[in-house]
């Protein structure tokens, strides 16, 4: 059996207990209170990572992109939201399509004017389409800042003939930049916003936040009725070392790369730079650090060459090959067109990334 030793590198590996572990983990927490599991697919951007998501109940998918919505059908999925704001009426004939595909077609509303170009766009696909209206709880990205705004936002959609009121969402990402501790303060937070905007205009609608770094809070406060994670099915520095909502051991992705220099004492050069781990890091300006504990830390990319430093460093040798955990899990797998299923260290599948770069 080929193991990972024989693999060229870099390579991106993804070991199977482990995402079959995140995956199951996460269902039984939304399980247990009753909560839709709707994973943001732009993690893993894999048919075979979405069907074991399906496998264990997952609800349906939530997308950045239609692209990504129609190259992860093959998966069997049924639901889709489409989490952003769609504008473009050059994109009716797939909007089309993909309602007439699945069983629901969601998307977002985010603002007065885009939900009108999203109703002139709802009107050319020819499709009343079941919208969620974006409130922003922190983050400062899409949705409405005030009650005044997400009322009169409502009241737009309820005079539209093309969009229908289904409920309303927030993206927490502002949750990266709370510490630990204060997680379930800010989490609280953003769903008081949620759902006060909620209640004043459709109590009975759901509520559907979405962060990998709080979706179990989300779950277990009881009042959501779906939570939209990603990064959670394999985990990064991100979430592992800086938010430490995931156990190191948890964490099911690395990059295999090889020590291709050692040109001054303290410093290794990898043959993986920012081609392969992308230019993210972490606050502490980390975009990768070694899967074994040492402490070997990625703290510079150019396009081939990462710069590896920490006390470890004196220890390689040129042609060591090393795994490495990314800052930032979602932009490393849309740079690969396959991971490599690992097994311990045996080689047991290759999955392609069929929604690799599919950002249209
Ligand atoms: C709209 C939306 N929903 C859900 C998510 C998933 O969040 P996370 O990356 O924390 O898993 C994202 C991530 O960017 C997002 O933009």
Known sequence: MATIHELPTPSVLVDRARVAANIKSMQEDCAAHGVELRPH????????????QLDAGARGFTCAKLGEAEALLPSGVR???????????RQAPRIAALSERLDEFVVAATSGPQAVALDRLAGLAGRR???MLAVDTGLGREGVRSLADAQAL????????????????THEGQMYSVVPGGQQAASDEALAKLASVRDAIAPGLPLWPGSSVNARRMARSGRVQAVRPGAYVFGDLSLSQVCRVMEPGEVALTVLATVVDLPEPGLALIDAGSK????????DGVHASSADGRELSVMRVNE???YVRGSAVASLRIGDRLRFVPAHVCTVVNLTDEVVVVEGESVVDRWEVEARGKVR
């Open 304 to 306: 081939e060459h990462g």
């Open 276 to 283: 392969a781990f992308s230019g993210d890091k972490t606050p």
């Open 41 to 52: 697919v732009k993690t893993h951007k894999m048919v075979a990572v979405g069907r074991m």
């Open 154 to 169: 409502a009241a737009q959609i309820g005079r539209s003939g093309h969009l229908e009121l289904h409920g309303f969402y």
């Open 79 to 89: 639901r889709v939201f489409l989490a952003h704001s769609l504008v473009d009426p």
């Open 129 to 131: 389409l079941p919208v």
